[in-house]
């Protein structure tokens, strides 16, 4: 079986080569565009990928050194996403298809960074918890089996990543800022100051009101001294991330807890940050947990975790009709 899969959901156009079970390319292109506008302009996002689909698709085939007549399926995101970016990797998707005569497999953007886990060992065992925290959403997933998932919690207004990215256009930083805090906190004290992290009930999160805090905190600071950003950037960053964090962690230990399960993960975007990394697996030391964390290449948006999930698809005979269209809101 060999899949080519696409990835358009937001900022990255990814094309990626999975056959008989080996990922034989995964080709990222990321937009530089938004970084002047502080953050993914929609438009421009489709026009991008409309630029940047067939180079990505071309270079996957050619990386895997597999033609397209050797290609099974063509796998593509359907949603959740921006409408406009799907539509370019859906359409290209169903074109594609229809030319070589081959069935379609839809994927879900949020299930894919869970199903990364299994495109290399060690494989998460079934039943597993997944904390997937990305620009878009932020969730704790009880997963059964392959495509057998369900929300046990999640974020009732913005994601995690939204909150890093807005923390750090508070700092003046440059979009994509979730890195760049990450990066400075690295030289700086996670405790050297307090924010609240809020009490939401249950499973659920709430980051609307850490993002006000550090804007009050902020303002109040540079009142009294211009500087204050420039001269603590990393003790504010580690701060920041520090506290974001711990209102993941708390949730998470929790959901363990709750649910009995021990089999931890960690997907999307806002895995790749380091103090999540070494929290997590400090956490499953601590509590017994076996801590599962992708490969940096497998956190942020990438079309290897498409094919991945599409090859489960495949195996269940789950195929997609050609009058397919976009979910921007899919959900599962
Ligand atoms: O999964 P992803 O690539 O795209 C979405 O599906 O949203 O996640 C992007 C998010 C952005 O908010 C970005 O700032 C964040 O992941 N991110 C990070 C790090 N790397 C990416 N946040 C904190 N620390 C990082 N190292
Ligand atoms: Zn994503």
């Not at 550090?214 to 920041?240: D, G, K």
């Amino acid at each position: 079986m060999t899949i080519l899969a696409i990835e358009s959901s937001c900022d990255e156009t990814s094309a990626a080569v999975l056959a008989d079970g080996q990922m034989r390319s995964n080709v990222i292109a990321t937009q530089l565009i938004h970084e002047q506008y502080g953050g993914v302009v929609p438009e421009l996002a489709s026009r991008a990928h409309q630029q940047h689909i067939l180079p990505v698709v071309e270079r996957a085939l050619s990386n895997a050194t597999i033609p397209k007549s050797a290609l099974s399926a063509i796998a593509f995101t359907r949603g959740p996403g921006l409408l406009g970016s799907l539509l370019v990797g859906t359409s290209f998707a169903k074109a594609m298809a229809l030319g070589l005569n081959i069935p379609l497999i839809e994927v879900n953007h949020m299930q894919a960074h869970i199903l990364a886990h299994f495109i290399e060992a060690p494989r998460p065992v079934f039943p597993f918890l997944c904390l997937t925290v990305s620009g878009g959403h932020t969730q704790i997933v009880r997963v059964d089996g392959p495509l057998d998932m369900t929300i046990i919690g999640q974020t009732q207004d913005d994601a995690v990543g939204e909150a890093f990215d807005k923390s750090a256009k508070l700092l003046g930083l440059p979009y994509p800022g979730g890195p760049l805090i990450d990066q400075y906190a690295q030289n700086g004290d996670p405790l050297a100051y307090k924010f609240p992290m809020g009490d939401m009930p249950e499973l659920n999160f709430s980051f609307s009101g850490i993002k006000t805090a550090i804007l009050y905190f902020l303002r109040h600071n540079t009142n009294t001294n211009p500087n204050f950003i420039q001269q603590h950037l990393p003790n504010i960053c580690a701060s920041i991330q520090h506290t974001l964090v711990q209102m993941l962690l708390t949730k998470l230990k929790r959901a363990a807890r709750e649910t009995g399960i021990h089999e931890i993960a960690i997907a999307g975007g806002v895995s790749a940050n380091s103090g999540l990394r070494s929290a997590v697996t400090q956490l499953g030391h601590e509590l017994g947990w076996t801590v599962y964390i992708p490969r940096f290449e497998y956190c942020t948006d990438n079309a290897a975790m498409i094919a991945m999930a599409a090859q489960f698809k495949y195996e269940q005979g789950e195929f997609t009709p050609q009058s397919v269209s976009p979910m921007p809101r899919m959900s599962f």
